[in-house]
């Protein structure tokens, strides 16, 4: 009896070890075509690991996170402390950030647009709705097609902290999924603008923040400087202090060859 009970406690273990050295990465749009490349080339050169990447928004990666259903949650905004608490309720712990890169959150409009830079105040204008024609910042008298993300995306939180100071995004702003479909909505609509990672700027023109006299952009210059007023870091969390397969993928992350990973996918080294 005693040899049965063995041989079915050894059965049933069987699924859990087909599952070793898998890390889930769940969370940020802006991310997820970065985190692909670090896992294809982390996997590449370590055989037996598997790294599973999925997007869905910052909010859903640390959902996942706080479930206990990811490894890693990415996110392109900072845990908010609601989200903390949930996490040490379950786990009693209020996780762990580490920032793996930086991006220039870029601005898009159509590239027949006239319009070369905007101040702060007149994005956040424009995207609470008391600016709605372009005529008014110095573009054509076309009415501005505004486009967001969804409020689970960890750059909608971003933008309406940095830019629209907490205020509500404009009634007739349209709300898409990714930051793929941003600029995909942009690059036909020739009076859009929307916002995203600097990784995603195809086909569309990016367009410069004035700061006093300076005009800067989402450029590597400018974000490192400082210049740049919407440069963000972009985060990986996990539960706790990284451990195990997680850490070590994040180490691939943020060792050279990870971090000029970043450089070519679009975003800025953080080291």
Not at 148 to 163: L, P
Not at 201 to 218: C, F, H, M, Q, Y
Request: hydrophobic share 40%; with cysteine; proline share 4%.
């Amino acid at each position: 009896m005693t040899r049965k009970i063995m041989l079915l406690a050894a059965s049933l273990a069987i699924p859990a070890l087909a599952s070793a050295g898998t890390v889930t990465v769940k969370g940020s749009d802006t991310m997820v075509i970065l985190a692909q490349r670090w896992a294809e080339a982390y996997m590449k050169q370590t055989p037996g690991q598997k790294v599973q990447v999925t997007g869905g928004g910052s909010g859903v990666g640390i959902a996942a996170l706080i479930n206990g259903t990811t490894d890693i949650a990415d996110a392109s905004r900072a845990m908010k402390q609601g989200e903390k608490e949930k996490l040490r309720s379950r786990f009693a712990t209020l996780g762990f950030e580490t920032a793996v890169a930086q991006d220039g959150l870029s601005i898009y409009v159509n590239a027949a647009n006239p319009v070369q830079a905007l101040t702060l105040d007149q994005l956040r204008a424009i995207y609470v709705g008391d600016v709605t024609n372009w005529k008014e910042v110095g573009g054509a008298d076309a009415p501005i097609v505004l486009y967001s993300r969804e409020n689970s995306s960890g750059t909608y939180v971003y933008f309406k902290d940095h830019v629209l100071k907490g205020a509500d995004y404009s009634a007739r702003a349209q709300t898409l999924p990714g930051t793929a479909a941003v600029v995909n909505a942009v690059a036909k609509e020739k009076n859009g603008i929307g916002y995203g990672g600097a990784a995603y700027a195809k086909g569309v023109r990016d367009v410069k923040i004035r700061v006093g006299s300076e005009l800067v952009g989402p450029t590597a210059e400018d974000v490192k400087s400082g210049r740049y007023p919407l440069a963000r870091p972009l985060f990986m969390y996990t539960r706790s202090r990284p451990s195990g397969d997680a850490k070590a993928f994040m180490d691939f992350c943020l060792s050279p060859q990870g971090q000029e990973i970043v450089g070519k996918v679009g975003y800025f080294p953080i080291r």
